[in-house]
């Protein structure tokens, strides 16, 4: 539970980072993020990367980042697939380059791969 919560407040924040970022294309200074309460759960689902990391703590980091990635990319496309039967998915990325199903995105393939990472160590810690 602990580090559900943990997972849960980081996707949180890595969300608002990554969002108002994004506004800057859009010439928005005022670099207001924006998220779901819908997010939380599901950036805390990524506490299954602790009894995951523990197995794979002899691998690469390459190996790891690209495991973690494809949790992430499924993790996404079932919790969006869901909400979205329910037209309650806070994204969507159907006129999105790379997209698939309106619910994931693979050009986003480096940054679920660094998050994974990331959260490798938020759940050590």
Partial sequence: MKNFMKCGICGWCLELLWTSLHSLSRQDYKMIGHSSVWMFPIY???????????????????????????????????????????????????????????????????????TGLLFEKVVKH
């Avoid at 995951?52 to 495991?67: F, H, P, T, Y």
């Avoid at 494809?70 to 998915?89: A, Q």
Wanted: with cysteine; charged share 15%; hydrophobic share 45%.
């Fill in 44 to 114: 805390g689902m990524a506490a299954i990367i602790g009894p995951l990391s523990r197995k794979l703590k002899n691998q690469n980091i390459a190996l790891r980042g690209i495991l973690y990635m494809n949790g992430i990319f499924t993790m996404e496309y079932l919790t969006g697939t869901l909400l979205k039967k329910h037209n309650l998915c806070p994204w969507d990325y159907s006129n999105a380059p790379l997209n698939f199903h309106g619910v994931i995105r693979l050009d986003y393939a480096p940054v679920w791969f660094l």
